[in-house]
């Protein structure tokens, strides 16, 4: 599953968050918010808010990434895009396996048990390392955190906008 967070119009799926500047030609280091870290090294051209900007560069930098953008060739230029974030197409998604989900596919989702009792909905996707946690806000405000387990999980169903799960006895 990918953290990869979907923008405001869910056209676009975030990639990455711009850090600082490093060093004077305007490069900038970028954390990538994405499981798939690889497809910076492809990356021809990235959206950062609402502004195309084309890739003069790209290197790894331990975790992160440098990147050059030929718009903004000066460190002073560069830096006035820290904190803003990297979106691609939704259609350049890297492709998952079946079963597989995009975080921001899962947030906004209604949960359902098997009795059809609405829970309430998905508001964020916790990585705990051994196995994803969905934390679904229900209608009277609490939180309910549900293992992404096979188990638990029965059923996402995406298009339909629910997920129906089964809790151990």
Do not use: C, W
């Not at 900007?53 to 895009?81: C, T, W």
């Not at 989900?101 to 359902?112: A, C, P, R, S, W």
Request: charged share 30%; hydrophobic share 40%; aromatic share 6%.
């Amino acid at each position: 599953m990918s953290p990869s967070v979907p923008d405001a119009s869910n056209e676009r799926i975030v990639i990455g968050r711009v850090g600082a500047a490093h060093g004077i030609r305007g490069e900038l280091r970028v954390i990538p918010l994405t499981d798939f870290p690889e497809r910076f090294a492809a990356l021809r051209e990235v959206m950062v808010g609402d502004e195309l900007l084309h890739i003069e560069s790209v290197k790894p930098q331990g975790k992160n990434f440098l990147m050059r953008f030929r718009e903004y060739a000066v460190r002073e230029d560069a830096q006035k895009l820290t904190g803003r974030h990297l979106t691609v197409a939704r259609a350049e998604a890297a492709p998952l396996d079946e079963g597989e989900y995009y975080v921001f596919d899962i947030v906004g989702l209604t949960v359902y048990d098997e009795e059809d009792n609405e829970l309430g909905t998905v508001e964020n996707v916790l990585r705990t390392g051994s196995n994803d946690v969905y934390a679904v806000r229900s209608e009277d405000g609490r939180e309910i955190l549900i293992p992404a387990l096979r188990a638990v999980v029965r059923e996402i169903d995406v298009p339909g906008g629910h997920m129906t799960v089964r809790f151990p006895q």
